[in-house]
Antibody
Framework: EVQLVESGGGLVQPGGSLRLSCAVSGFTFSRYDMNWVRQAPGKGLEWVSY????????YYADSVKGRFTISRDTAENSLYLQMNSLRAEDTAVYYCGRGHPDYGHIVDYWGQGTLVTVSS | DIVMTQSPDSLAVSLGERATISCKSS????????????LAWYQQKPGQPPKLLIYWASTRESGVPDRFSGSGSWADFTLTISSLQAEDAAVYYC?????????FGQGTKVEIK
């Protein structure tokens, strides 16, 4: 069974940092692209970042470019999102998502999400 | 950025009736070299993550009931639920993955009348 479990969310002050983790199981992690997507409270979905299976290609939304860094560790079967210079508008549930085997830019499995709250 | 606009924002449909959601993109999502439209549909129920329903505009994801269908091309797409069931009450999102940043529509809330 495919499972993705996010962790690392919490309350942080503006300007602070957090590192989100996504532990995966039930599939061969190294064969799949991965994504982060977020959802502000009561709002819609916003794609945040993408990393290819080889880590050779990474994309970011303009709203997080230069502040967030996506990475992955095959040995740990984990995906990460390092978030620096956090702002109030980064407050959201952050989902990690597996890239579809047909095309990695489509998310076929999602974790349950981890809540990040940026507030003083 | 490509802007995705869904309509309506919400709709109420009786059980067993048809529900139709429109999604329009600000530019074509058809990649002519492979004749594929880079458009997906997701369903999200309260307190849950989204679930992939449709990709390539009309390909149903494995395990998705066949009452869900996607159609359209270029910049005009539709998600149809042919016979609404109680468990279909949710918010539905379209998403383009033609070009980064990949963008979602604002969502359409489907309720049972």
């Amino acid at each position: 069974e495919v499972q993705l479990v996010e962790s690392g969310g919490g309350l942080v002050q503006p300007g602070g940092s957090l590192r989100l983790s996504c532990a995966v199981s039930g599939f061969t992690f190294s064969r799949y692209d991965m994504n982060w997507v977020r959802q502000a409270p009561g709002k819609g979905l916003e794609w945040v970042s993408y990393i290819s299976r080889s880590s050779g290609t990474m994309y970011y939304a303009d709203s997080v470019k230069g502040r967030f860094t996506i990475s992955r560790d095959t040995a740990e079967n984990s995906l990460y999102l390092q978030m620096n210079s956090l702002r109030a508008e980064d407050t959201a549930v952050y989902y990690c998502g597996r890239g579809h085997p047909d095309y990695g830019h489509i998310v076929d499995y999602w974790g349950q999400g981890t809540l990040v709250t940026v507030s003083s | 950025d490509i802007v995705m606009t869904q309509s309506p924002d919400s709709l109420a449909v009786s059980l067993g009736e048809r529900a139709t959601i429109s999604c329009k993109s600000s530019q074509s999502l058809l990649y002519t070299s492979n004749n594929k439209n880079y458009l997906a549909w997701y369903q999200q129920k309260p307190g849950q993550p989204p679930k992939l329903l449709i990709y390539w505009a009309s390909t149903r994801e494995s395990g998705v009931p066949d009452r869900f269908s996607g159609s359209g091309s270029w910049a005009d797409f539709t998600l149809t639920i042919s016979s609404l069931q109680a468990e279909d009450a949710a918010v539905y999102y379209c998403q383009q993955y033609y070009i980064t940043p990949w963008t979602f529509g604002q969502g359409t809330k489907v309720e049972i009348k």
